[in-house]
């Protein structure tokens, strides 16, 4: 089976712009976890999407938002990027009542 | 509240054990995992453990867990320099989805 993956793999945005990042779970997965990682504040967790509904929803305002669409690909946005949302950004998938969750190579967003 | 504990580094000598520590403080963890992050990359599930096991072996890998103290750690036998990556403990807190991860210890391995 192919792994998860992510699309763009490097992004460089301007200050107050908006990206998009994308996810293709694993296939048969139908959850999908976004994770920020930043060298200050390490892994940190975004959301969590089970068909197409957020389930769960980390500690990040409201400029973060995302999606999930019928295929369980996924999508993450965010609006007005401030440089401190410069990070590795992680997709994670998971199997219907399965606990493990299988990474995503990451998208490097730079916010200039 | 819900934290992960890990040191910071770690260097050894190729062939030798790793023993890498992470204290939690969710007591209500079902699941604790390691992931291993190789530079550039994204992470990879090593192994986890079941809140109700003490000990869970897989080739090079042994993983223990002291629920009384929450404290697990991850030995790596006969480590090689291709074991030179950054370890992440994690634990499954009590919201299902959302792993809540250390800050995960850089191993240095030397020939």
């Known amino acids: 089976k192919a792994g998860v993956t992510q699309t763009p793999r490097y992004l460089i945005k301007t200050r107050g712009q908006q990206v998009t990042l994308s996810c293709s779970p694993i296939?048969?997965?139908?959850?999908v976890s976004w994770y920020q990682q930043t060298p200050g504040q390490g892994l940190q967790f975004l959301f969590e999407y089970f068909s197409e509904t957020q389930r769960n929803k980390g500690n990040f305002p409201g400029r973060f938002s995302g999606r999930q669409f019928s295929n369980s690909r996924s999508e993450m946005n965010v609006s007005t990027l401030e440089l401190g949302d410069s990070a590795l950004y992680l997709c994670?998938?998971?199997?219907?009542?399965?606990?493990?969750?299988?990474f995503g190579p990451g998208t490097r967003l730079t916010v200039t | 509240g819900e934290d992960v504990e890990q040191s910071l580094f770690l260097s050894v000598r190729e062939g030798d054990s790793s023993v890498i520590n992470c204290t939690y403080t969710?007591?209500?963890?079902?699941?604790l995992y390691w992931y291993k992050q190789e530079p550039g990359a994204g992470l990879q599930l090593l192994t986890y453990i079941f809140s109700n096991m003490d000990m869970k072996q897989d080739q090079r890998l042994t993983v223990l867990l002291n629920k009384k103290d929450k404290h697990l750690s991850l030995r790596i036998a006969d480590t090689q320099t291709g074991d030179s990556a950054i370890y992440f403990c994690?634990?499954?807190?009590?919201?299902?989805?959302?792993?809540?991860f250390g800050q995960g210890t850089e191993l240095s391995v030397k020939p």
């Open positions: 296939s048969g997965h139908r959850s």
């Open positions: 969710d007591s209500s963890s079902t699941y």
């Open positions: 994670a998938s998971s199997a219907a009542g399965v606990h493990e969750q299988y």
């Open positions: 994690a634990e499954i807190g009590n919201q299902g989805g959302k792993l809540i």
